[in-house]
Structure formats: structure tokens, C-alpha cells
């Protein structure tokens, strides 16, 4: 029964290849080491990044809610995106980010490049000096 179960999630899984949840893509470990953990409530956490990115050049364009987990959204230009995700665990919160660019190369149906549809690329972290600024402002409360 629990294969079946799990044979059915993946394939689940595959069938949205390309377009993942937040969720879904900040579940997975981050191959990089710009984790961080802080001992501050987490909207501390969501204020801080938010003012961060603002000042930085971004433009915040959602705060999602995912159980615990805020998830701030914001954007560069058209081509640049990034996602920071801040996860609670007992009276600390963990913060990881990820960056993605558009993809140009994205085809619909019919040939057509990019009418309407948005694929992202994972380019990695967000950049080094986002995350020194959080660091450095939650470090100070």
C-alpha cells in the first residue's frame, strides 16, 4: 500500500515537471550554504527581508503564507526573480532563498516563444549581499 502511494506522488510530481509549488521546491535540501538561523520571531524575519530587497532594488510582490512558513516573493526587472523562504522551528526561524532568471528558450504549443507563459531557471542563491544585509539587521535586534 505505501508503494502505491508514493509511485503515485511521484508520478504526481512528474506530470508538473517545470512548473513546481514553492512548496515543493523549498522542501528539497539547498545545495548551497547560505542558510541561516536566527532567534527572532518570523515576521521579524518577513520585515527585515522585505526591507532588504526594497533597498537592494527589488520590488516585493507577494508574501505567501505556507503552513508556518512566509515565503516573500519579489522581482528584478522582468527577468529576475527571488524567492526567501523563512521556516520556524521551536523558537528559532531558518531563512534560505532561491534565484531564478526567465527562461527565453520557452516554447508553447504551437512554437510560439513565451505568449503568456512563464518558465523560470534556477540560477542558484539569491545574491551573497542580500542575505549579509538580512544577517546583518536580525544579527543587531
Known amino acids: 500500500m505505501q508503494r502505491q502511494i508514493l509511485l503515485a506522488a511521484v508520478l504526481g510530481l512528474a506530470g ?3 512548473y513546481t509549488s514553492a512548496g ?5 535540501a539547498p545545495a548551497y550554504d547560505y542558510d541561516y538561523e536566527y532567534a527572532v520571531p518570523v515576521d521579524q524575519v518577513v520585515i527585515v527581508t522585505r526591507e532588504v530587497l526594497v533597498d537592494d532594488g527589488w520590488t ?16 528584478r526587472g522582468d527577468n529576475e526573480q527571488v524567492r526567501v523562504l523563512a521556516t520556524p522551528n521551536g523558537d528559532r526561524v531558518g531563512v ?3 534565484w531564478e532568471v526567465r527562461d527565453r528558450s520557452a516554447r508553447d504549443d504551437h512554437g510560439h516563444a513565451g505568449q503568456g507563459r512563464q518558465r523560470w531557471v534556477k540560477r542558484g542563491p539569491p545574491p551573497k549581499e542580500i542575505f549579509d544585509d538580512i544577517d546583518h539587521r536580525l544579527r543587531r535586534h
Open 96 to 98: 534560505r532563498g532561491l
Open 24 to 28: 515543493v521546491a523549498y522542501s528539497e
Open 16 to 18: 508538473c515537471a517545470g
Open 60 to 75: 516585493v510582490f507577494r508574501v505567501e503564507r505556507s503552513g508556518p512558513n512566509r515565503i516573500i516573493w519579489a522581482r
